[in-house]
């Protein structure tokens, strides 16, 4: 028998002609370098911006802005489609595209039911399209070997904790009233541990229960990414847009719209009703009298070209015809188009910012007239903002691909988006509800 060399890790069988190593030699044969930013806040949890409000700032300026809320809505409506399905693909027959035939198996369809995935994933796209973070928690079985729950939690209410020794995340924090600088007491935060791979020996985790934290990634940031439209809330574009509404509102409420300036000589009631045939109490009703008949000739669109007749007198000492009566027409100074372009400027960068084209929201495009923009304009522009999803969707697809490979599903099973087709004219295709799943024409 040939001797059995023994080295190091491993040993040599020569007579089986065999090699034997450890079972966690074929692991990694190292970890990835993290880096730990410089944290000096008192608390457990790292701050979301300078105050630990920037969610809650984000809502307040989103709140006074029609345009960028119905361009966000408009990336997460186009971003999910018609919903989420999970498919194989199934080569063809013909030697074409592969075929994406949806699942039917059991337990992938009732997770996906009775979670209700296609209802609350929404959520979690909206929470990256505006944040660029989303957190999911997950609730598993008593056996840690299979993930039952998924739920989306509100993303303005999540902090990350700290990191750790290790430079890793442990955990993140979940409360609805951070502005009162909350505690631990009477469960005002929650605390729920992040998901550890180190932990995980592919079969069972020891969590029963443990959350996920997804984003869409910008760098030089460890705890919280930033949008790329939030560049208009720092270079004060968005402040504009929602200012110029303010102003004009004040300068409504406020002005003075004064058309006529009717000019009544001084001594006309005198002269007119003279005392002692009218007493001071007469001619203060002439005088009433008067300006109320002023005033019903003078409004109205009915007395629109109407003449007016007043009387002159002649002064015997100056030898020459008093002045009169004298309406003038005061001309409006008011600006009716004042801050309309700095609000259309700003809305322009507003939408440049979030990447919708203006006709997918009934907006024209900037510098040209007003107007929704034609229905190939608008099916081109949805179909571009469509392609160019591909790593958003890459982004919010991941915890289904978690699920899947958690609980052991088959690893064939993908997922994806399903669009409706508007490609076609509405004389070649006058329905339009033909359906399909998005990568099937990528």
Avoid at 6 to 19: D, H, Q, T
Avoid at 289 to 311: C, H, P, Q, R, Y
Avoid at 393 to 415: A, E, G, H, M
Avoid at 425 to 434: F, N, S, V
């Amino acid at each position: 028998m040939s001797k059995i060399i023994v080295e190091g890790n491993y040993a040599i069988l020569p007579g089986a002609k065999a090699i034997v190593s450890p079972s966690g030699s074929a692991g990694d044969s190292g970890k990835t370098a993290l880096a730990a930013p410089y944290d000096t806040s008192p608390r457990e949890w790292s701050n979301w911006g300078d105050s630990n409000l920037f969610p809650q700032e984000v809502l307040t300026d989103l709140d006074k802005n029609s345009v960028a809320l119905r361009a966000l809505d408009k990336r997460k409506r186009v971003h999910f489609g018609r919903g989420i399905t999970a498919y194989r693909e199934v080569p063809d027959a013909a030697g074409g595209d592969p075929k994406r035939v949806p699942v039917t198996d059991p337990q992938v369809v009732e997770f996906m039911r009775l979670n209700k995935i296609n209802l609350i994933w929404p959520d979690m796209i909206m929470g990256l399209e505006v944040f660029a973070n989303g957190w999911i928690e997950f609730i598993v079985n008593k056996a840690g070997d299979r993930i039952n729950r998924v739920f989306v939690k509100d993303p303005a209410y999540c902090r990350l904790a700290k990191m750790d020794d290790s430079a890793r995340i442990p955990a993140m924090y979940y409360s609805a009233q951070w502005e009162k600088s909350p505690s631990f007491d009477n469960l005002i935060v929650r605390k729920l541990p992040l998901f550890d791979a180190e932990k995980y020996n592919g079969i069972t985790y020891p969590d029963g229960q443990f959350a996920m934290h997804i984003h869409y990634r910008s760098f030089n940031k460890s705890f919280y990414h930033v949008p790329l439209w939030n560049a208009v809330r720092t270079n004060k574009w968005m402040y504009i847009a929602n200012l110029v509404p303010t102003l004009k509102a004040a300068i409504m409420k406020n002005q003075m719209t004064i058309k006529y300036h009717i000019q009544i000589p001084n001594n006309y009631f005198q002269e007119r009703y003279p005392s002692p045939d009218y007493t001071k109490e007469q001619v203060e009703a002439k005088r009433l009298e008067v300006l109320t008949e002023m005033d019903s000739f003078l409004a109205n669109v009915e007395n629109s070209g109407k003449a007016f007749i007043s009387w002159s007198f002649y002064s015997k000492v100056k030898q020459d015809f008093l002045t009169g009566w004298k309406i003038e027409v005061i001309q409006n100074k008011l600006d009716n188009t004042a801050y309309l372009p700095d609000s259309q400027a700003a809305n322009s960068e507003i939408l440049f910012a979030i990447g919708v084209d203006p006709c997918l929201i009934g907006a024209g495009n900037p510098g040209e007239a007003i107007g929704a923009g034609s229905g190939s304009d608008k099916r081109e522009a949805y179909w571009m903002l469509n392609a160019d999803m591909g790593t958003d969707r890459s982004v919010s697809l991941s915890p289904l691909y978690f699920i899947r490979d958690f609980n052991k599903w088959d690893p064939t099973i993908q997922f994806d988006y399903v669009t409706v087709d508007t490609s076609q004219t509405q004389d070649q295709h006058p329905t339009k509800t033909a359906k399909r799943i998005d990568k099937t024409q990528a």
